[in-house]
């Protein structure tokens, strides 16, 4: 009788510890990739008459990795818009986010008005004081768990970001 009751106690602890494996540890989600805050290092804005704008700085770009093991991804770029055209790219080098930890990458971006087109609402926005951009990019990649267990996954990147022409400081980022 005691045997019993030890194979059926060891049968369930086999069963609970089995059930927590599948559950939580090879769960496979997508990394979150985002812009973080950051200073603008230069700028340089045109007047409402001819408006144009010319920025540098360093976009702190975080790869915040759940998973119980690492990504692995390619390289990739992230471009900011304005008004839905792009101002300037941004690469991301290909490299890997260990698990449960965030990736952090300090990437050199410059931005140019160049390729708007005349008719933008660029002057209004200037003459504001602020100038809204966003940011999109794609990160494509590899989970692993367990040394044998893989899966593609792909992180979207979604950010909305106001910048401020006369303290030349980012005012607000918001990300999806």
Known sequence: MKWMIGIIAFVIFQVIQALFFV?????????????AEFDVQSLSVGTQASPSFDMRFVAP????????????????????????????????????????????????????????PGDSILGSDLSSGIINLNSRG??????????????????????????NTATKAVQSLSCK
């Open 23 to 35: 559950l939580v540890i090879m769960k496979f989600r997508s990394p979150k990739f985002r812009v």
């Open 138 to 163: 794609e990160l494509r990649g590899k989970v692993t768990v367990m040394f044998m267990f893989k899966k593609r996954k792909t992180s979207q990147m979604n950010c909305t970001m106001a910048i």
């Open 61 to 116: 770009i975080r790869i915040k990795n759940t998973n119980w093991g690492p990504f692995k991804y390619d390289a990739s770029t992230v471009n900011f818009t304005y008004g839905g055209v792009q101002v300037g790219p941004a690469i991301i080098p290909k490299s890997k986010a260990n698990f449960k930890s965030t990736k952090k990458i300090n990437v050199n971006v410059t931005l140019s008005s160049a390729n708007l």
